[in-house]
């Protein structure tokens, strides 16, 4: 399998329950190393692509695979090369960490004379040393979020899916496992749902926005990183906002206009490569006689990009 092999391939990939089009045909590649955030608000169709590709629901139509395998057709043979860490992490609380972890690599298929190096391997790399003797009804959330890592990694897959993992956490918590998360990229191809930006930005090479079942965005962050932002605060009596985007966007150097939200004055001037038209833009506002009440340039983020792809799918 070459290096830019597809690991994860969604195709037209619909499902219903009902009336309700919880997944409305979205299609995204995710590549052999990729680290990818998998983003949208609530009820915005994630989970339920999650748990199509992971083999827990079947699509009502469209196509999704795992390592080349149809999750639908050949379920068995996809979940082999597929580790998934689930929001909630469902334990047997009778059982120590390195017991419950023994009975998962058996149900997966690990071999017996493996057994032990892959089970010390998945412990020592989710930070469980301490842990390992430990009856896993005494362990608190973060743990149980480590263990169920270990679960999903214990079967060497070459895909992780990754559900929320740092929900509930406190914040070293969440620091150590962003860290293990970073270091499992290297080796492994990740799809990693979370409502924490700032997570996505640190551990993430590209990003997909769904909402309301379709992809409202999908983009290296690299690329989203370099645009750069005019934030103008702009006062204009009786002068319509659309009219007041307009004149902004005729500036030379500005390729978007974003208008403001929620009733304020601020605008955001999404610029073109290498242009700062601060300049310009002040000169054009005090010209027309308006009121220039705020001016900066700043790098985009990708909480903008992520408000601005759910605003235009909604629109």
């Known amino acids: 399998m070459t290096s830019n092999a597809v690991k994860i391939r969604v195709q037209d990939l619909v499902r219903l329950f009902g009336p309700v089009r919880a997944v409305d045909g979205i299609t995204f590649e995710v590549a052999e190393g990729e680290v990818v955030g998998f983003l949208g608000p609530n009820g915005a169709g994630k989970t339920t692509t999650m748990r199509i590709l992971t083999g827990f629901l079947r699509p009502t139509m469209g196509r999704a695979e795992i390592a080349g395998y149809d999750v639908s057709e050949a379920s068995l043979l996809a979940r082999r090369h597929l580790g998934y860490l689930p929001e909630n992490v469902a334990l047997y609380g009778e059982m120590r960490v390195e017991e419950y972890l023994d009975y998962r690599a058996k149900l997966k298929g690990v071999p017996r004379s493996q057994r032990k190096a892959r089970i010390d391997y998945v412990i020592e790399r989710c930070r469980l040393q301490e842990m390992r003797r430990r009856l896993c009804s005494t362990l608190s959330k973060g743990y149980r979020q480590r263990v169920g890592l270990a679960d999903a990694l214990v079967?060497?897959?070459?895909?992780?899916?990754?559900?929320?993992?740092?929900?509930?956490?406190?914040?070293?918590?969440?620091?150590?496992?962003?860290?293990?998360?970073?270091?499992?990229?290297?080796?492994?191809?990740?799809?990693?749902?979370?409502?924490?930006?700032?997570?996505?930005?640190?551990?993430?090479?590209?990003?997909?926005?769904?909402?309301?079942?379709?992809?409202?965005?999908?983009?290296?962050?690299?690329?989203?990183?370099?645009?750069?932002?005019?934030?103008?605060?702009?006062?204009?009596?009786?002068?319509?906002?659309?009219?007041?985007?307009?004149?902004?966007?005729?500036?030379?150097?500005?390729?978007?206009?974003?208008?403001?939200?929620?009733?304020?004055?601020?605008?955001?001037?999404?610029?073109?490569?290498?242009?700062?038209?601060?300049?310009?833009?002040?000169?054009?506002?005090?010209?027309?006689?308006?009121?220039?009440?705020?001016?900066?340039?700043?790098?985009?983020?990708?909480?903008?990009?992520?408000?601005?792809?759910?605003?235009?799918?909604?629109?």
């Open 155 to 315: 079967h060497n897959p070459d895909i992780l899916i990754l559900d929320e993992p740092t929900v509930g956490l406190d914040p070293l918590q969440v620091r150590e496992t962003r860290e293990v998360i970073r270091e499992l990229g290297v080796d492994h191809t990740v799809l990693l749902s979370t409502h924490i930006l700032h997570e996505v930005e640190m551990v993430c090479e590209r990003v997909i926005i769904i909402h309301r079942g379709k992809i409202a965005l999908d983009s290296p962050l690299a690329e989203l990183q370099r645009s750069r932002l005019i934030e103008v605060g702009v006062a204009a009596d009786g002068v319509p906002v659309d009219d007041v985007a307009s004149a902004l966007g005729a500036v030379a150097g500005v390729r978007e206009v974003r208008p403001p939200r929620d009733g304020g004055e601020l605008f955001e001037l999404v610029l073109e490569d290498n242009a700062d038209p601060r300049d310009q833009v002040a000169r054009m506002v005090l010209d027309r006689g308006w009121k220039l009440r705020h001016l900066a340039l700043r790098r985009e983020t990708l909480e903008d990009r992520f408000v601005d792809a759910i605003l235009r799918a909604e629109a």
